[in-house]
């Protein structure tokens, strides 16, 4: 049957207005922003559309990325290559980001290169830096050689800058001529040098900051937070000097989140950080508490380790608890349950240790309200141990939705096994009726390469970081 006359006049200026081109309709500012947000490449690939588009590129805010753009060329970026991006472009810069391993200086000194990039006007009111000199791992006794300084370019984008990541680099021990940067949110110190007082000058230069990240630094043993705008502190607890840092949480009334990213050395774990936290009224998420960890203070309540030696202060502000300790068991679980009253999600990694049952459990159950409505159990082994383990939370969190099992690795995962487990566990029995008990297999959850990305410290929409738990394990 043969289509109306009128239907085909509809349907073909329908497919001639799908060819339009309505973006080139928008104005030079709203392009210009659009592109700016593109990846180097693509964003310099608009240039070949038209004239008018060759003009959008060279005036939008230019985005630099050179880690980007030699993994999308699979080699290095030529310092020559840079320095012709950048003459080519009117400015201003909205994002510089660089990595030492992925440029070619031709045995330039890279301070000197990177500080005459940072100079040129293309870059000018710059609002995101990010450059790395590259890691600063100790190889046996010899001293590390001092890393290159802060570029002093870096300051003329004092004004502008919103994100900030220094890495690989010095920081002056003068106490005068700080940074200050009134606008910034975002900070990163990786493999940096910086002594104490410098560390606390510069985040009292930030009257703004939301997010931090203190990765594997040297020069300064402890950290003092006083900010009234921090939402969020990650911190990687290892020193190239050997110190052993402390974390102070001395008046933080807006943070919601203190991430601890695992460290080890081989298979030697060393207690290298102390965490005190005086006053964190909001604090939500905290984790993993691992082998890293020296020293915890919660108010006045503190533990050793994973061994509570005194409890006086109870923080109820705290809804999301990751564990991690070699020494785990359902004494030192409960410990934590008692300084975290309020808990809503529990993730932990299992070992090995006895569980066995006893009367301070019982006692516990009977003056404590569990609130726990997710549990997640990583490296679970379903024998007697881990059986009784995870039993506690069956029979006794009344409220519980989800309890997700993780078994170990090598474990295969049958019809059978979860059906002995289930009987095992007394899931019948279950304290929530609606609760729901998932025996996951090792490798079938995403996010379980071992590797968890410290990004995340600044990711401020992530309501629950440990999501992808299997990723926080060492």
């Given at each position: 049957?043969?289509?109306?006359a009128s239907s085909k006049r509809k349907r073909s200026l329908s497919e001639e207005e799908d060819l339009v081109d309505r973006i080139s309709g928008l104005p030079d500012d709203v392009l210009g922003d659009i592109v700016s947000?593109?990846?180097?490449?693509?964003?310099?690939?608009?240039?070949?559309?038209?004239?008018?588009?060759?003009?959008?590129?060279?005036?939008?805010?230019?985005?630099?990325?050179?880690?980007?753009?030699?993994?999308?060329?699979?080699?290095?970026?030529?310092?020559?290559?840079?320095?012709?991006?950048?003459?080519?472009?009117?400015?201003?810069?909205?994002?510089?980001?660089?990595?030492?391993?992925?440029?070619?200086?031709?045995?330039?000194?890279?301070?000197?290169?990177?500080n005459g990039w940072l100079r040129s006007p293309a870059l000018d009111n710059l609002q995101e830096l990010e450059f790395h000199y590259g890691y600063r791992f100790p190889r046996g006794f010899r001293p590390l050689p001092p890393?290159?300084?802060?570029?002093?370019?870096?300051?003329?984008?004092?004004?502008?800058?919103?994100?900030?990541?220094?890495?690989?680099?010095?920081?002056?021990?003068?106490?005068?001529?700080?940074?200050?940067?009134?606008?910034?949110?975002?900070?990163?110190?990786?493999?940096?040098?910086?002594?104490?007082?410098?560390?606390?000058?510069?985040?009292?230069?930030?009257?703004?900051?939301?997010?931090?990240?203190?990765?594997?630094?040297?020069?300064?043993?402890?950290?003092?937070?006083?900010?009234?705008?921090?939402?969020?502190?990650?911190?990687?607890?290892?020193?190239?000097?050997?110190?052993?840092?402390?974390?102070?949480?001395?008046?933080?009334?807006?943070?919601?989140?203190?991430?601890?990213?695992?460290?080890?050395?081989?298979?030697?774990?060393?207690?290298?950080?102390?965490?005190?936290?005086?006053?964190?009224?909001?604090?939500?998420?905290?984790?993993?508490?691992?082998?890293?960890?020296?020293?915890?203070?919660?108010?006045?309540?503190?533990?050793?380790?994973?061994?509570?030696?005194?409890?006086?202060?109870?923080?109820?502000?705290?809804?999301?608890?990751?564990?991690?300790?070699?020494?785990?068991?359902?004494?030192?679980?409960?410990?934590?349950?008692?300084?975290?009253?309020?808990?809503?999600?529990?993730?932990?990694?299992?070992?090995?240790?006895?569980?066995?049952?006893?009367?301070?459990?019982?006692?516990?159950?009977?003056?404590?309200?569990?609130?726990?409505?997710?549990?997640?159990?990583?490296?679970?082994?379903?024998?007697?141990?881990?059986?009784?383990?995870?039993?506690?939370?069956?029979?006794?969190?009344?409220?519980?939705?989800?309890?997700?099992?993780?078994?170990?690795?090598?474990?295969?995962?049958?019809?059978?096994?979860?059906?002995?487990?289930?009987?095992r566990l007394h899931t019948k029995n279950r304290a929530s009726r609606g609760a729901e008990f998932d025996f996951v297999d090792h490798d079938s959850l995403s996010g379980l390469s071992g590797y968890v990305n410290e990004a995340?410290?600044?990711?401020?929409?992530?309501?629950?970081?440990?999501?992808?738990?299997?990723?926080?394990?060492?």
């Open positions: 049957m043969e289509m109306p947000l593109l990846p180097t490449m693509d964003g310099a690939r608009t240039q070949i559309l038209s004239s008018r588009w060759r003009h959008i590129w060279r005036s939008a805010p230019l985005n630099l990325d050179l880690v980007d753009l030699a993994e999308e060329k699979y080699q290095c970026v030529s310092a020559g290559e840079t320095s012709r991006i950048l003459s080519a472009h009117q400015g201003p810069g909205r994002r510089f980001r660089t990595e030492l391993q992925y440029l070619d200086l031709h045995s330039r000194r890279p301070a000197a290169v990177l890393p290159p300084r802060l570029p002093a370019s870096v300051r003329r984008f004092s004004s502008t800058l919103r994100v900030a990541s220094f890495a690989g680099c010095r920081f002056s021990k003068k106490k005068t001529g700080a940074l200050h940067l009134p606008v910034l949110k975002q900070l990163s110190l990786v493999h940096a040098t910086i002594s104490e007082s410098s560390l606390d000058a510069l985040l009292a230069g930030c009257p703004v900051l939301q997010s931090l990240l203190l990765s594997y630094n040297s020069g300064y043993s402890r950290v003092r937070i006083v900010s009234r705008t921090l939402i969020s502190i990650g911190v990687f607890p290892a020193s190239p000097d050997g110190r052993r840092q402390h974390l102070i949480l001395e008046d933080a009334p807006c943070l919601e989140r203190l991430l601890i990213f695992p460290y080890s050395t081989g298979y030697t774990y060393i207690k290298i950080m102390d965490i005190s936290i005086i006053s964190a009224p909001k604090l939500d998420v905290l984790g993993p508490l691992n082998y890293d960890l020296s020293r915890l203070e919660v108010g006045t309540t503190v533990f050793e380790g994973p061994r509570l030696v005194s409890f006086t202060t109870v923080a109820r502000s705290v809804k999301i608890l990751a564990l991690q300790n070699e020494q785990i068991s359902l004494d030192v679980v409960i410990n934590f349950m008692k300084c975290f009253p309020c808990l809503v999600k529990l993730y932990i990694k299992m070992a090995g240790s006895t569980n066995g049952w006893s009367r301070e459990y019982h006692n516990f159950v009977r003056t404590h309200d569990i609130r726990l409505k997710k549990v997640v159990l990583l490296n679970y082994q379903g024998n007697k141990d881990h059986v009784n383990f995870a039993k506690f939370f069956v029979l006794n969190a009344k409220v519980l939705e989800s309890m997700v099992l993780e078994l170990e690795k090598g474990i295969t995962l049958s019809t059978e096994w979860i059906e002995r487990q289930h009987k995340q410290t600044h990711d401020l929409s992530m309501a629950d970081p440990f999501v992808e738990f299997g990723a926080w394990s060492i």
